[in-house]
Structures are given as structure tokens and as C-alpha cells.
């Protein structure tokens, strides 16, 4: 197993904007309008590999684009789900985390904290999808989760002390 690079919470701008260009063209490819709004959604999702929830990309957006509301957020985020230009994790319509990393990779996640890191889990690519498939049932990923403890969370604070310091994430700083 080996973690993705990048994926700290905070990518470098060289790298938010490779990953915006690259969204341009798969929009254009899947004849969907670059807009204003659409991109400042995904670029506030590269920007944060934290794999925040819409809740939480508002948050950070609301500040600078005050026109955006928190229903128009959740539209465009599930709009570029459904075109799998965005990846949601762990949630249906309307909930979950969100990944504007869509190349094959999995996920650990902290129980304590809630911490989600993008792992790359050697076997467990799109191959160990059953090739034989399910009757009724179109595959198109596999989803694991990875559940434990974050090097913070087992560090000598202890879990309570962990479960203190995880309170909802504050709006992101701008840069
Ligand atoms: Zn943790
Ligand atoms: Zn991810």
C-alpha cells in the first residue's frame, strides 16, 4: 500500500491548477459549460484533499463568492458526480465526501477523527471487480474503506483527547 502524493490537505497552486485544467477539458469532453461557479466548486475541492463534505467547500466558498448558495453548491457537486467529474465517497444524494480525485485509489479513514487519507492498494484496482459481475447490477468501482486509527488519534493523547480536538471543520482560510 502506498499513500497518493498529494494529498495533503493543502495542495500547491501548481498542482490545484494542472488538476483544473485537466477538469476543463473532461467538462468540455462530456459537453458540459466550464462556468464561473462549477469551477470555483471543483477548484475549492483540489484545493482541499481533506475530502470535505458540500457543507463544508460552502463554507469555504461563501466567503468569496457570496452569489453561490448552499442549494446551487449541492446541484453542481451532484451534477459532476453523476458525470463522475468529481468522486463522491461514502454518502448518496446530497450527503457524503467529496474527491475531486477521480483516478483509481481508496481511502483510510480515522474513526477517531474522521480523517480521510487517499490510499493506492496494490490488488485492489478495478481487477478485483468480479468479472462475471452481478445480474442487474452495473459495477463501475470499487469503494474501500480502510477504517483506524490516524497517527495523531494513536498518538499519547488518547482517543478523548482526539475526540476533542475533531470538532466540524471550520471554514478554510483564503489564500
Ligand atoms: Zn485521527
Ligand atoms: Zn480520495
Known amino acids: 500500500m502506498r499513500p497518493v502524493p498529494g494529498t495533503a490537505s493543502d495542495r500547491s497552486p501548481a498542482e490545484v491548477a494542472r488538476w483544473c485544467e485537466s477538469f476543463e477539458r473532461r467538462c468540455r469532453a462530456a459537453g458540459l459549460r466550464v462556468t464561473t461557479q462549477r469551477l470555483a466548486v471543483y477548484r ?36 459532476l458526480e453523476r458525470r463522475q467529474l468529481v468522486r463522491r465517497i461514502g454518502g448518496s444524494l446530497g450527503g457524503g465526501r467529496f474527491d475531486a480525485n477521480v483516478s483509481t485509489h481508496q481511502h483510510l479513514v480515522c474513526r477517531v477523527c474522521g480523517a480521510m487519507v487517499d490510499v493506492v492498494l496494490p490488488g485492489w484496482s478495478g481487477a478485483a471487480v468480479p468479472a462475471s459481475g452481478v445480474p442487474g447490477f452495473e459495477i463501475e ?24 480536538r475533531s470538532r466540524p471543520r471550520a471554514p478554510r482560510r483564503r489564500r
Open 44 to 79: 475549492a475541492l483540489a484545493e482541499d484533499g481533506s475530502h470535505p463534505t458540500a457543507d463544508s467547500l460552502y463554507a469555504s466558498l461563501h466567503g468569496r463568492m457570496p452569489g453561490l448558495s448552499r442549494a446551487t453548491v449541492y446541484r453542481i457537486l451532484d451534477s
Open 141 to 164: 468501482r470499487l469503494d474501500v474503506r480502510l477504517v483506524g486509527r490516524c497517527s495523531r488519534c494513536r498518538g499519547s493523547a488518547g482517543e478523548a483527547d482526539a475526540r476533542s
